[in-house]
């Protein structure tokens, strides 16, 4: 898809555009199974992480990641 859209002159073809919409829909649907994921198992393996004296686990926000990003591209 990326070599396709990247090297084609053109616009978008509909092909194209259609699947960036169900890429977009396959990405939200990975992020909200890990969502549910962290919510049921992140408790439980921070409370064994902390039984060993270890740090939790800590998830980053989309802000924290982005500012990282931008820290690491300086």
């Not at 998830?59 to 990282?68: M, P, V």
Request: proline content about 3%; hydrophobic content about 45%; glycine content about 6%.
């Amino acid at each position: 898809m990326y070599g396709n859209v990247v090297f084609y002159d053109g616009r978008p073809s509909q092909t194209q555009v259609e699947r960036t919409d169900a890429i977009a829909r396959e990405l939200a649907d990975v992020a909200k199974d890990f969502d549910a994921w962290a919510a049921k198992e992140l408790g439980g393996l921070n409370a064994a992480l902390a039984k060993q004296r270890l740090e939790p686990i800590r998830l980053l926000t989309r802000e924290q990641w982005e500012a990282k990003e931008v820290a690491a591209q300086q």
